[in-house]
Each structure stands twice: as C-alpha cells, then as structure tokens.
C-alpha cells in the first residue's frame, strides 16, 4: 500500500523512528515539528494520513487537529493521535478535536501499521466517493451529497463474540448509546446469526473458551455474503503470533485487552464508516455495469452486450456441435403510434412489449432491444424448429391483447418475426444474425404478423 503519511512531533527521534517504520513499508513520509509547521504543510501538499503527536509546544495535538477539521480542504484527512497520555478524558478530547484512531507511546510496529492502513482505506474510499459524487453533479444526475455521510460510522449493528459475561456487558455498556449490539458466546451461533441479520461489524475475542476465534474469522471471510463485514478481534497481551495470523486471514483491526471504551469506540465508528463507504462504492460499481449493459427504457439488454455475448454462444455453439437459434422481433406499424398518440405513448407500447418478450422468453435464453423498435431473443441448445414455436407463442401474445397507452386509449399491435440457427461450420454471429434479419424482412413482406424461419 502506498500513501503520504505527514509525521508531526517536535521530538527529531520520535518523527525519524516513525519516518523509518513507515518508509520501510513503502510509505511516502513527510515530516513536521510543530502543528504550525503541519498546517502550513498540509496546505500545499497531498496527505493521505497525519500522525500527530498530542504534546507539542505552540498549539499542542489537540488545537492542531481541531484547525485540520475547520479547513474545507483538508477536513477529509484522517488524524492518528500519537500520545503517552492514557486519561480517559484525553481520549475523548482527542476524538472531540477530530482524531480517528489513537496510537499509544511506545508505538509498537504491528500497531502503527494496521492503524495507519486502516484510515489510509478509509481516506481512498471517501476520495472515491466524493470524485463520483463531482462527477455525478457535472453529469446533471446528482451526486451524493457528502454531508451525508459525516455520520456513517455513528450507528449500525454488530455481533460480538464473546463468552466472558462481565466483559461482553462492558463491551455493550460502552457501544450502546450509538450502536445495536447483539452478543453471542458461541461461533458455531455466530455464523448462524449473519444469515438472518445484516451486522456491520463482528467483534471477536480471541478467549473464548473451547473454539478458536481465529477460525471463525477465517470462516467468515470465507463466505461470499459477509466476506466484506468488517473483523475487529480481541487479544490478550503476548498473542502477537495469533495477531499476525488474524491480520494475515483479513482481520480489519484489534483490541488489546483491558480494553479502553473510547478506544473501543473509535475503532468500531473507523470500521463501520469504512463498511458503509465500500458498500456505497460497490452498488454503484454495480449499478454502472448494469447500466452499460441493459436498455434504460426496457429493462432489457442492450445492442453492445447482445453482440459480444452472441459471438461468445457462436463460438461455443460451434465448438460443441451444439445447436443456436436466433429470434429477431419487430412492431409491426410502431411508426404510426408515435406520429398519432406521441412519443409518450411510443415508450409505454416498448415497455409492454418488453415485459411480453421477457415474459415468453425462457430461462437459458437471453432477451435484448436491438434498438428502436427491433427486439431479440439468443436460443442456446434450440434448433430451428423449437426457435419457430417460441417465435409464434411470442407473436400471439403480443396480438392477443391491446396495449394501453393512457386512460381513454387501447391500441391492438402485432410483431414480425425472423428465426435463424447455426447452419455451417463457417457460420459467425455476423452470419447468423443477418439470416435471422432476412427472415425478418420475408415476414414483413408477406404481410407482417408472422413468423418466419430461414432454412438457410
């Protein structure tokens, strides 16, 4: 991973032990001696993550992650306190001033390490979120408004894992006021539970008595439908062996044992905002290729994804000797209805008439708008005399009722149809298509509402 880590600390030792962690881990390091000096730097330089020491001279820790905050431009970076102080009220300070995580003096290496990746994904997410929210806004489509999410990681619900009653209340105690905590003492029930309950997190103690926390970690990053949960565990002192193993297997974060409420707490809202930032990304990722992909007015798929998935059927139709057909539907006299009931009125007879062709299509098929008002259907394993009898069952259901427009207006259309199928071991998706648009056009000649089938 690599990313620009400002190090702020008025100690020359202290900033070139961390500089030297950090460079060794292929980090970019910037450095600073005072919080002056770090402000003035983070306001012409990149940074992807400050790690800033609470006790300086000038405007301590504190003041300086209070002034990172206030500023548009550089509120976004996430803050890693460096502090010796182990005050519960200077943890809430700390996270009053704007901290996102806490790392205590002396920085052991595993720590500083799963401390600074953790916020340096959380800082790529949140600029990936926000670039798509600006480009949404220069499309005219409405981006994500990022005030929204100022909060993502302030409530959700999580499964703690833990058999230890007294601890496990302490654990719910501290995580209440702002997060639904289910706690459950058995891994086995654990992972049960996951399957009716969508958890933003799991938290999972290392000491439970007669199973193995390590494994239930692996199990759940094993499974595709909470693959992405995000994993804190719970360890004692002297388990760095299982640490590394835990970090290794996809573990998110630890605790160290006792463990301290608002460390708790600032390690829970740094993982479920991450979560929440994922998961945002992911639909639209989803979203973006489902778009690509399909017909915005129909639903169906478009001509791009039609023609790369037919000549992938082909070449494997003539691979296999197994057969392909191909179904090319057209309304019959569509131009009439737009010229006389509008555009509008255009739109709700393709709808309708995608919902029929989706409706009489079967499962193994695949159905597409071509464009206009020109559908298809790809047939694997369908010879032409099959392909023939859907081509009819579609053009009868959409002959068999009116298509209403609007309130006062039914309008009756029919559909030609050309069927094709793979003929020649020379036979492309090319070849194969323009039989299908040729039987088509036949259809069309000999009176439209019917179905043709090209014998090649």
């Known amino acids: 991973m690599t990313a620009r880590v400002l190090v702020v600390d008025d100690i020359i030792a202290n900033v070139r032990l961390l500089e030297a962690r950090l460079t060794a881990e292929y980090f970019e390091v910037l450095t600073a001696f005072s919080g002056y000096e770090a402000l003035e730097l983070l306001s012409r330089e990149r940074v992807d993550v400050v790690l800033l ?14 002034r990172i905050k206030a500023n548009a431009k550089t509120q976004h970076v996430p803050i890693i306190m460096v502090t010796a102080l182990d005050q519960a009220s200077d943890r809430i300070q700390g996270l009053q001033a704007g901290a996102d995580d806490f790392l205590r003096k002396p920085v052991d290496d595993v720590a500083l390490l799963t401390r600074v990746k953790n916020v340096v994904r959380l800082k790529s997410l949140n600029d990936e979120m926000m670039s798509r929210a600006a480009t949404s806004q220069q499309l005219g489509l409405g981006g994500q408004p990022f005030a929204h999410w100022a909060e993502a990681g302030s409530s959700g619900r999580i499964l703690l894992v833990e058999d230890h009653p007294r601890a496990g209340q302490r654990m719910v105690e501290a995580l209440s006021k702002s997060y639904r ?9 654990a992972l049960l539970r996951t399957a009716d309950v969508a958890y933003d997190l799991m938290i999972v103690s290392l000491s439970l008595q007669g199973a193995d926390g390590l494994r239930l970690c692996s199990q759940v990053r094993s499974l595709d439908r909470i693959r992405h949960m995000p994993l804190i565990i719970l360890i004692d002192e002297g388990e760095q062996a299982r640490l590394l193993r835990g970090l290794d297997m996809g ?58 998935h037919l000549a992938t ?10 057969p392909l057909s ?14 006389t009931h509008g555009h509008d009125a ?8 995608a919902t029929r062709f989706r409706r009489n299509t079967r499962g193994i098929d695949m159905a597409c708008r071509l464009g206009g008002e020109e559908f298809v259907i790809i047939m694997p394993e369908t010879e032409l005399r099959r392909a023939f009898q859907i081509g009819e069952r579609l053009r009868a259901a959409i002959a068999s009722e009116t298509f209403r427009v609007n309130p006062e207006t039914e309008l009756r259309m029919t559909a030609s149809v050309g069927v ?14 323009k039989r299908a648009d040729n039987a088509l056009y036949a259809a069309k000649r000999e009176g439209r509402n019917r179905v043709i089938a090209d014998a090649a």
């Open 53 to 66: 020491d609470v006790m300086m001279p000038g405007i301590d820790g504190f003041e300086t992650a209070r």
């Open 181 to 189: 905590v289910d706690v459950e003492p058995n891994p086995q029930a």
């Open 251 to 308: 573990v998110n974060d630890y605790l160290n044992r006792p463990v301290d409420n608002n460390e708790l707490v600032a390690r829970v809202r740094t993982q479920i905002t991450r979560k929440r930032y994922s998961d945002f990304l992911r639909n639209r990722i989803e979203e973006s290729v489902e778009m690509a992909i399909t017909d915005g007015l129909t639903g169906l798929y478009n001509r791009r994804y039609m023609e790369t």
């Open 313 to 322: 059927l082909v070449a494997h139709a003539q691979e296999t000797g197994r």
């Open 326 to 339: 191909l179904l090319i539907a057209d309304i019959d006299h569509f131009k009439r209805v737009n010229d």
């Open 346 to 353: 255009g739109d709700t007879v393709l709808r309708e008439f």
């Open 420 to 433: 094709a199928t793979l003929e020649f071991a020379s036979d492309t998706s090319a070849t194969l298509y």
